[in-house]
T-cell receptor
Framework: EDQVTQSPEALRLQEGESSSLNCSYT??????LFWYRQDPGKGPEFLFT???AGEEKEKERLKATLTKKESFLHITAPKPEDSATYLCAVQDFSGTYKYIFGTGTRLKVLA | DTGVSQDPRHKITKRGQNVTFRCDPI?????LYWYRQTLGQGPEFLTY????????KSRLLSDRFSAERPKGSFSTLEIQRTEQGDSAMYLC??????????????FGSGTRLTVV
């Protein structure tokens, strides 16, 4: 069965202190790996899709990378407005339309 | 179009009552998804519609849950005989096509259900 594990559960950074979030996955055949950002009381907001090992995507201070077993979300010089929960999800090739989400990493960036 | 709208934002109900939530997707999106999210967890898939056809249902969607999307526009999710374990955020999402490169679901802000 497809599974997604995210670590750490929570992370506190000083403004400007770069770090990485991890998403480990087990899937029969990866159709896509997705990163979302979720602010309190709101629905998740799409960030990136990755399809194959070695692929990288960037957006402002965020960079997502993918290997055959895990994905990293690198945050460079974060700002307080980057504080949110970051969710990782996978979709497989079995014909399902569903995403399997991890439990997320709660990021707090302190000024 | 301001995105995916969900109504109500909050619902408190007594155990055993029926509740219905509504989702209005982005108008040109033909794909609509329902997810459920409990505190500290990621969203869990409930069901998927392509236009008016319900193409996939999770095992989480027990007989007490039913979803519809008449005419392929808005969707409703009904929970009958609510239980305390149904307390969660119910999220709706829509998309124009299979999520792909630089394109994903657009989620609504959810309906928070509390069963007392």
């Amino acid at each position: 069965e497809d599974q997604v594990t995210q670590s750490p559960e929570a992370l506190r950074l000083q403004e400007g202190e770069s770090s990485s979030l991890n998403c480990s996955y087990t899937v029969s055949g990866l159709r896509g790996l997705f990163w979302y950002r979720q602010d309190p009381g709101k629905g998740p907001e799409f960030l990136f899709t990755l399809y194959s090992a070695g692929e990288e995507k960037e957006k402002e201070r965020l960079k997502a990378t993918l290997t055959k077993k895990e994905s990293f979300l690198h945050i460079t010089a974060p700002k307080p407005e980057d504080s949110a929960t970051y969710l990782c999800a996978v979709q497989d090739f079995s014909g399902t339309y569903k995403y399997i989400f991890g439990t997320g990493t709660r990021l707090k960036v302190l000024a | 179009d301001t995105g995916v709208s969900q109504d109500p934002r909050h619902k408190i109900t007594k155990r055993g009552q029926n509740v219905t939530f509504r989702c209005d997707p982005i108008s040109e999106h033909n794909r609509l998804y329902w997810y459920r999210q409990t505190l500290g967890q990621g969203p869990e898939f409930l069901t998927y519609f392509q236009n008016e056809a319900q193409l996939e249902k999770s095992r989480l969607l027990s007989d007490r849950f039913s979803a519809e999307r008449p005419k392929g526009s808005f969707s409703t999710l009904e929970i009958q005989r609510t239980e305390q374990g149904d307390s969660a955020m119910y999220l709706c999402a829509s998309s124009l096509r299979d999520p792909g490169s630089n394109y994903g679901y657009t989620f609504g802000s959810g309906t928070r259900l509390t069963v007392v």
